[in-house]
């Protein structure tokens, strides 16, 4: 599945591919459920170890830094609410994808 990288992303183009990993790694781990409210609005629901939200935080903290189009909210019991303006609706569907994948193919 390719990811097209916008041009509002200020992350250098070599560490996007690290980057990329990074969230499909929290997809293939955590990732119990997606559900998209709109095309510019997602939620995950996470499931993971002692830890997990600081680790959500972080990445999507970084994340936040280089495409500041990304608007996350995690709560308390582990839902990330993915928010995007209309014009990265794309972006988002992408990302949701990768994510029911990952989480699909570790419940198959």
């Known amino acids: 599945m390719t990811f097209s990288v916008p041009d509002a992303c200020t992350l ?4 996007r591919p690290l980057r990329l990993a990074e969230f499909d790694a929290l997809f293939a781990t955590a990732v119990r459920r997606v559900d998209t409210l709109s095309p510019t609005h997602a939620r995950l629901h996470l499931t993971g170890p002692a830890g997990l939200a600081d680790t959500v935080r972080d990445l999507t903290a970084r994340e936040t830094e280089c495409c500041s189009f990304f608007t996350f909210t995690l709560s308390e019991a ?3 609410d993915i928010q995007v303006p209309a014009a990265y609706a794309e972006v988002l569907a992408t990302l949701t994808e990768r994510a029911a994948a990952a989480s699909s193919s570790r419940e198959g």
């Open 78 to 80: 582990l839902t990330l």
């Open 12 to 15: 250098p183009t070599a560490e």
